[in-house]
T-cell receptor
């Protein structure tokens, strides 16, 4: 059983389109994240939700809008796609504790190509 | 904010040799330091982590050391094998319960048979 699963795995779309990536985790974790990995393999956090509440919102264009319908799901919607949005997007989850959160488990990634 | 520097960017070793990857962090409040291995086209996977109340941790051929004063931490892989070839990322986090991981730029390790 896949712990953190993302769909789709590959996404090719034209500039200006709107697209969504979905993420689900079955680990019972209460915190989920979106990370972006660019062409140079650099991994950078974008957003994080804890129990459906946004807790981390890095400097990301407002064309990117995360949504967490429940603590097991975190979706990422991107409006007006640009060439520079091409990257691999990773979802991750962890369990929060008072001062010792667990390791972050990553999904398999969604490779987004904007043409 | 936190900044994590990682060296070297590429590392080539012969099978059986040791490999060392070093990271430096800037935020003295960081207290959690995981290492992730990413094989080509795959997800990052945790291989070892260390918290700031510990100076060293080992797991079979892998060890991590932490120097809080110098804000350095290192990954040591002994007796390297070809299947160790991958990109390795260090990260730092103020683990207040949530994992806002700040990653290093990655080290591509190539182990030649």
């Amino acid at each position: 059983d896949t712990a953190v699963s993302q769909t789709p795995k590959y996404l090719v779309t034209q500039m200006g389109n709107d697209k969504s990536i979905k993420c689900e985790q079955n680990l019972g974790h209460d915190t989920m994240y979106w990370y972006k990995q660019d062409s140079k393999k650099f991994l950078k956090i974008m957003f994080s939700y804890n129990n459906k509440e946004l807790i981390i919102n890095e400097t990301v264009p407002n064309r990117f809008s995360p949504k967490s319908p429940d603590k097991a799901h975190l979706n990422l919607h991107i409006n007006s796609l640009e060439l520079g949005d091409s990257a691999v997007y990773f979802c991750a989850s962890s369990q929060s504790f008072r001062d010792r959160g667990t390791e972050a488990f990553f999904g398999q990634g969604t490779r987004l190509t904007v043409v | 904010g936190e900044n994590v520097e990682q060296h070297p960017s590429t590392l080539s070793v012969q099978e059986g040799d040791s490999a060392v990857i070093k990271c430096t962090y800037s935020d003295s409040a960081s207290n959690y330091f995981p290492w992730y291995k990413q094989e080509l086209g795959k997800r990052p996977q945790l291989i070892i982590d260390i918290r700031s109340n510990v100076g060293e941790k080992k797991d079979q051929r892998i060890a991590v050391t932490l120097n809080k004063t110098a804000k350095h931490f290192s990954l040591h892989i002994t007796e390297t094998q070809p299947e160790d070839s991958a990109v390795y990322f260090c990260a730092a986090s103020r683990n207040t319960g949530f994992q806002k991981l700040v990653f290093g730029t990655g080290t591509r390790l190539l182990v030649s048979p």
